[in-house]
């Protein structure tokens, strides 16, 4: 059986034969308002425009390839975040998802915390002013020095990821003289329907405790008898790009189930759940993503209902979205270089990025949308494959999408959605420059993480 295309991979599903698709956009000079930033649109002249800047001017200032990032479609949906879930839940934002100091800023100001994974994820928080307390360090295998530095920091949280870390993070919390607070991730045997790389809860996978035979319970038993550790949670992440609520609804019933267990075992009442993040964003038209008010309300009446049905107090809940926020509030923007027809197939579109700049479609099979922003066009649509210049057949960026036939070398192309682990996950594959990240906002634009230098790659090759 087949599966099919999905925006974070296949989905479980029967799909339509190779070289089977759907019609193209009546208008392919629309911009549907789900894919693209809240303030993009065109002009009088039909350039594409995003916080009162127009494609061509970013071009030329900055350059292409270029992530062009909404600073006010950021801020509104970080704000949204806030707001849906109010004063007595928690929104940390996943910083893997895309992080820099002008980022970690913007969290600041809009009142929410931040989940970090590494030391260098550590490192950009505290320089740009996040507060130690409002970040929570995860991670499957974070070294004894990361540890260090995070219980030295005064980080609110650790999230325990195994029964050495129990061990290592109550030891290293001692020598500072230190009682640290942590989350266990129990991993709860929920399958999300998502990609096999970033579904997270099923029992064979790296990360977390698992439920099954007794082991989070024992990871409880031991965190509670550590001085060093302050037990105040249970977390659960079940994947991501999820649209599905049914999941959380599965993990919410078997984390309350172990909290019930842990109270009629150890007399204590854990105050705290987390549920993760993952919820899905339209990377097409065909996505239809809930509204964080929408997920509010579900997960707290999920929890609810579950803590109720146990006798349990409800737990201050706390969410982890990333992609959620910062996904749809940026595109990328490249140059058309070439365009080779093939007859009978498609006509391949190549820019002057690829995978290096947006590895999910090659990692993935991740689905994109693509626009034509330097002008409008009446020409007839033609089925295209938007590729990179790297050397290799895998380097897709939109595996298939529909442009105007009179595309010509030197049009502005833009794919929007890529705010989420594009630049996060970016490389120097044959020595390709990582583009920037370019802020837009109220018609005045600036660098926020500038563009690689050839100079950049030969400081770290030392000969």
Partial sequence: MSRSAHPAGPRHADVLPEGHYSAPPADLNALHPKVWAHTVTRNADGVLTVGGVDVTALAEEHGTPAYILDEADFRERARAWRTAFGADADVFYAGKAFLSRAVVRWLHEEGLNLDVCSGGELTTALSAGMPADRIAFHGNNKSVDEIHRAIDAGVGRIVLDSFQEIVRVAHVAQSLGKRQRVQIRITVGVEAHTHEFIATAHEDQKFGIPLAGGQAAEAVRRALQLDGLELIGLHSHIGSQIFDMSGFEVAAHRVVGLLKDIRDEHGVELPEIDLGGGLGIAYTSDDDPREPHEIAKALTEIVTRECEGARLRTPRISVEPGRAIVGPTAFTLYEVGTIKPLDGLRTYVSVDGGMSD??????????????????????????????????????????????????????????????????????????????????????????????????????????
């Fill in 358 to 463: 947006n590895i999910r479609t090659a990692l993935y099979d991740a689905e994109y949308s693509v626009a034509l922003v330097s002008r409008t066009s009446d020409a007839k649509p033609m089925l295209a494959r938007v590729v990179g210049k790297h050397c290799e057949s895998g380097d897709i960026v939109v595996k298939d999408a529909f442009l105007p036939s009179d595309l010509a070398p030197g049009d502005l192309i833009a794919v929007p959605a890529t705010g989420a682990y594009c630049r996060s996950m970016a490389s120097n594959y044959n020595h390709v420059l990582r583009p920037p990240v370019v802020a837009v906002r109220e018609g005045e634009s600036r660098v926020i993480v500038r563009r690689e230098t050839e100079e950049d790659l030969l400081r770290l090759d030392v000969g």
